[in-house]
């Protein structure tokens, strides 16, 4: 379980940052679930933003990361990031954004999973956006993962873990 929940307020340079990308990048990504456009850019800006939030404590604790491709446009619906960051030993890092009030979990569905797409770690982020501030939860690994098993949460099935059972962020820091 996290002991350490991170606390984070949310610029407004990140948010139009975030939205820009999102309204260029809609009608180019895989529309997994079939969503209408409205909720399918509510997803790619939640994403983004969490991913923009984990970039900006890495850098606030002076960690050299390199994010050329973060806002990059992969075309083609088949076509996207294989991860957001890396460790120091190349191990894969994917961001998992909560923005719901009632997303109590990180989800990464099986197709992103299953098939050597798994990641090596997940960070479980939740954004509280009428009050502009995030909450870096910690984070998981592929083998845990593993050990919850899949669930059908509504969109097919996905792997999982509770945000309030994510290990410290600090340990994974410590590998970036």
Same mark, same amino acid.
């Given at each position: 379980?996290?002991?350490? @929940?991170?606390?984070?307020?949310? =610029?407004?340079?990140?948010?139009?940052?975030?939205?820009? &990308? *999102?309204?260029?990048?809609?009608?180019? *990504?895989?529309?997994?679930?079939?969503?209408?456009?409205?909720?399918?850019?509510?997803?790619?800006?939640?994403?983004?933003?969490?991913? *923009?939030? &984990?970039?900006? /404590?890495?850098?606030?604790?002076?960690?050299? @990361?390199?994010?050329?491709?973060?806002?990059?446009?992969?075309?083609? !619906?088949?076509?996207?990031?294989?991860?957001? &960051?890396? $460790?120091?030993? =190349?191990? $894969?890092?994917?961001?998992? $954004?909560?923005? #719901?009030?009632?997303?109590?979990?990180?989800?990464?569905? #099986?197709?992103?999973? !299953?098939?050597?797409?798994?990641?090596?770690?997940?960070?479980?982020?939740?954004?509280? /956006?009428?009050?502009? $501030?995030?909450?870096?939860?910690? /984070?998981?690994?592929?083998?845990?993962?593993?050990?919850?098993?899949?669930?059908? &949460?509504? #969109?097919?099935?996905?792997?999982? !873990?509770?945000?309030?059972?994510?290990? =410290?962020?600090?340990?994974? @820091?410590?590998?970036?």
């Amino acid at each position: 379980m996290s002991n350490k @929940i991170l606390n984070f307020s949310i =610029n407004h340079k990140d948010i139009v940052k975030c939205k820009d &990308f *999102t309204n260029n990048v809609v009608n180019q *990504t895989y529309n997994r679930f079939k969503k209408k456009i409205n909720e399918r850019k509510k997803r790619i800006f939640f994403g983004k933003l969490g991913e *923009t939030i &984990f970039f900006n /404590y890495l850098i606030s604790l002076n960690k050299k @990361i390199n994010n050329d491709d973060m806002f990059k446009i992969f075309i083609g !619906e088949n076509n996207a990031d294989n991860f957001d &960051f890396k $460790t120091i030993d =190349n191990q $894969t890092i994917d961001i998992k $954004t909560a923005y #719901e009030n009632f997303h109590n979990r990180i989800v990464i569905p #099986e197709d992103q999973f !299953e098939n050597n797409k798994a990641k090596d770690f997940y960070v479980g982020i939740k954004i509280f /956006y009428n009050d502009k $501030t995030a909450k870096i939860y910690g /984070y998981t690994s592929k083998k845990n993962l593993l050990l919850n098993k899949k669930q059908n &949460f509504g #969109e097919g099935y996905a792997y999982w !873990e509770y945000l309030n059972s994510l290990s =410290n962020i600090e340990f994974l @820091i410590k590998k970036i």
